[in-house]
């Protein structure tokens, strides 16, 4: 009774072992299909990434042609990037041995494990002032640099953006443009995409600007005094003699009671000297003029010159030196 019992218990056990065998081989194996994954792309060799997960979104098997097609997510990373890809893969099952038939690759994402930081921004800190300032040359005291920076970026994106004030600080006054850039994660590291620079802003040295400032030749004068600042604004009086052959030919001044105001009107950043073009951050002030409607000229602020490296006032062409 016991023997006739054990016969077809064993044979059913064989029968289950029989079909497990069976549907094992309906299934490219896992290995298989993370090396054919690998062997398809040099990205992970090239940038000693290890996989860590495969996920399988789905597995079909065709009986009839003997064919697995499976979509299959990797997961892998290395010391800066996490990295995910999804693969169609198809492999041929023949004489109970899988062969891959093809590798496909359908998705990427490439995420960092540090967020962005001011030295991955400072290392595009050429690109981001050469668009602020051009491509001519400057003098150092001219030439911008970052300010300020405000970090917006976490490991949760591939994309970060990053706030800064490009300033160059002259002797008499500062120009400054906000700056916004853009950047993307790449395998390669960070990369700049894109970047968008504001006006020109000013920020006048008042310490600097107040004083006489003065010109003489061949006893002509000019002479402007500085008295005070306001904002973008300078607050001044005004003396000028101009005489030919002993003879004057006009005198025109304020009086030390009388202050006119020169407002800010522009920021010029490049000029023509000779045969040596060069750039430089001059500041312009408007056409001032008294109560009675005397034109005094307008003037504009030169922060270095080439040659004798003095900062200067300049009014209708005369060169006015800081006593």
């Known amino acids: 009774m016991k023997k006739g019992i054990y016969i077809p218990l064993s044979c059913a056990i064989l029968g289950v072992a029989a079909l497990s065998g069976c549907s094992t081989t309906n299934k490219i194996p896992d290995a298989t299909i993370e090396n ?16 860590q997960q495969l996920s399988f979104d789905s597995r079909n098997y065709d009986k009839q042609e003997k064919t697995e097609a499976v979509t299959v997510t990797v997961n892998a990373d290395n010391a800066d990037t996490a990295y995910t890809a999804t693969y169609d893969v198809l492999g041929k099952l023949s004489d109970k041995s899988w062969r891959i038939v093809s590798v496909t690759q359908t ?18 800190s050429g690109e981001l002032l050469q668009a602020a300032q051009g491509t001519s040359r400057f003098s150092d005291a001219c030439t911008m640099h970052i300010q300020g920076c405000t970090i917006d970026s976490d490991t949760t994106s591939s994309s970060a953006t990053a706030s800064m004030v490009l300033e ?28 968008s620079v504001g006006d020109y802003g000013i920020e006048l040295n008042e310490p600097a600007l107040l004083g006489t400032w003065s010109w003489a030749s061949n006893g002509d004068y000019v002479t402007i005094n500085i008295t005070r600042i306001d904002g973008n604004s300078i607050y001044a009086t005004y003396d000028d003699l101009a005489q030919f052959c002993g003879a004057i030919i006009h005198e025109r001044h304020t009086g030390e009671n009388f202050e006119f105001q020169l407002d800010t009107s522009d920021i010029t950043a490049s000029s023509f000297q000779g045969n040596d073009y060069y750039s430089e951050y001059y500041l312009t002030f408007a056409e001032a003029n008294n109560d009675s409607n005397h034109y005094y000229g307008s003037f504009y602020i030169d922060p270095e010159d080439n040659a004798e490296d003095v900062p200067k006032l300049i009014s209708n062409g005369n060169y006015l030196q800081k006593q």
Do not use: M
Request: negative net charge.
């Open 36 to 51: 054919a994954i690998q062997d398809s792309t040099n990205i992970y060799s090239d940038y000693g990434l290890s996989i």
């Open 107 to 124: 998705s990427e994402e490439v995420k960092p494990k540090a967020a962005l930081t001011y030295e991955d921004v400072s290392l595009f």
């Open 168 to 195: 160059a600080d002259t002797h008499y006054f500062n120009v400054k443009r906000d700056c916004l850039a853009s950047f993307y994660y790449t395998l390669d590291g960070w990369i700049l995409s894109n970047n």
